[in-house]
């Protein structure tokens, strides 16, 4: 049986280099992505990265449009698919998620993942938070998604901004049974 795939969608929040460092892993793991940007993302990327919205394209093995309301991963029998992954989330993603606003294909292939019982993660980042906030992640979590905001872990002794970028991914992997090379977990005192 092939190795399921994951989606990815990258939104407009600061942090856009989690959901590059997430991809280029996946791609070292031979696990195929199906990305989705939304138009912030692609102008946080350049703001935030040294990479080109193509060079971030092509370390997908599939890429679709933002209005693309007919890709494949718009339907619930679309097959081969282990769960998806929002990483950065903006509070407008997380918005549209909650409500089920299905008004463009992140947001419909989110609410896909969830009415199929898929694992769908949502790294929300925003700081701090406000009771809106909070009520939207807490109406995502009651629709079966598991939120994880990027809080950096220090029990790995991270060295470097990169450390904790790679200890996240790991992270948000390992909720996919997904073991990532060199990830380096806590082992008790």
């Not at 609410?111 to 980042?125: F, G, S, Y």
């Amino acid at each position: 049986m092939p190795n399921p795939g994951m989606i990815i969608g990258i939104s407009g929040a600061s942090g856009a280099i989690y959901g590059i460092r997430l991809l280029e892993t996946l791609r070292t793991m031979q696990v195929d992505t199906h990305l989705i940007l939304s138009s912030a993302a692609e102008r946080t990327i350049g703001l935030e990265t040294d990479y080109s919205v193509d060079q971030v394209r092509q370390l997908a093995t599939v890429c679709y449009e933002l209005d693309d309301i007919a890709a494949p991963v718009s339907s619930g029998s679309f097959k081969g698919i282990r769960g998806m992954v929002i990483l950065p989330c903006s509070i407008k993603t997380l918005s549209a998620l909650a409500n089920s606003f299905n008004v463009n294909i992140l947001i419909r292939a989110a609410d896909v993942t969830l009415k199929e019982r898929r694992k769908l993660v949502v790294a929300v980042r925003e700081t701090p938070l406000h009771r809106g906030h909070l009520e939207l992640m807490m109406r995502l979590t009651d629709m079966g998604a598991i939120l994880f905001p990027p809080v950096p872990a220090f029990y790995h002794r991270p060295e470097t901004l990169e450390d904790i970028v790679r200890h996240t991914i790991g992270k948000i992997l390992d909720l996919f049974d997904l073991e990532v090379p060199n990830f380096k977990r806590w082992s008790g005192v």
